[in-house]
Antibody, heavy 120, light 107 residues
Framework: EVQLVESGGGLVQPGRSLKLSCLAS????????MNWIRQAPGKGLEWVAS????????YYADTVKGRFTISRDNAKNTLYLQMTSLRSEDTALYYC?????????????WGQGVMVTVSS | DIQMTQSPASLSASLEEIVTITCQAS??????LAWYQQKPGKSPQLLIY???SLADGVPSRFSGSRSGTQYSLKISRLQVEDIGSYYC?????????FGGGTKLELK
């Protein structure tokens, strides 16, 4: 059974940093592209960042480019999101999501999400 | 960026009713479109991909269609377990963008 378990969220002051983790199990992690997608309270879904299976291709939403860094450790089956210079508008539930088998870029498995609250 | 305009934003329907949600892409995305269902308090789940293909385990009362740059999700006979929010997503190019969502409630 595919499982994605996020951790590392919490309350953080504006301008500070936070690192999220997503532990994957039930599939060969190193074969799949991975993503972070967020959802502000009561709002819709916003794709944040993606990383290919071997970390060769990395993309970011303009809203986080230069502040967030996506990475992965295939030996540890773990995806990361390093968030710096956090803003109030980064407050959201952050989901880790697996890219479905190509060619389409869809998200076939999602974690339960981890809450990040940016507030003084 | 490709904009996905989803409508309606909210919808109230009765059990067994036919429900249709639409998504308009701001440019040609071919069949590179998915639909997701998000039940209250849960993570989104993939319903349909490639505009018309049903994901594993999704009931056959769900279907997707395309007309040009307009995409539709249809629920043929609404069930209580279908209540929640629905989102379209374009898979044509980065950034991967979602529609604003449709909140489906029971009448």
């Amino acid at each position: 059974e595919v499982q994605l378990v996020e951790s590392g969220g919490g309350l953080v002051q504006p301008g500070r940093s936070l690192k999220l983790s997503c532990l994957a199990s039930g599939f060969t992690f190193s074969n799949y592209g991975m993503n972070w997608i967020r959802q502000a309270p009561g709002k819709g879904l916003e794709w944040v960042a993606s990383i290919s299976s071997s970390s060769s291709y990395i993309y970011y939403a303009d809203t986080v480019k230069g502040r967030f860094t996506i990475s992965r450790d295939n030996a540890k089956n773990t995806l990361y999101l390093q968030m710096t210079s956090l803003r109030s508008e980064d407050t959201a539930l952050y989901y880790c999501a697996r890219r479905a088998t190509p060619p389409g870029y869809y998200f076939d498995y999602w974690g339960q999400g981890v809450m990040v609250t940016v507030s003084s | 960026d490709i904009q996905m305009t989803q409508s309606p934003a909210s919808l109230s329907a009765s059990l067994e009713e036919i429900v249709t949600i639409t998504c308009q892409a701001s440019q040609d995305i071919g069949n590179w479109l998915a639909w997701y269902q998000q039940k209250p308090g849960k993570s989104p789940q993939l319903l349909i991909y490639d505009a018309t293909s049903l994901a594993d385990g999704v009931p056959s009362r769900f279907s997707g269609s395309r007309s040009g740059t307009q995409y539709s999700l249809k629920i043929s006979r609404l069930q209580v377990e279908d209540i929640g929010s629905y989102y379209c997503q374009q898979a044509h190019s980065n950034p991967r963008t979602f529609g604003g969502g449709t909140k489906l409630e029971l009448k």
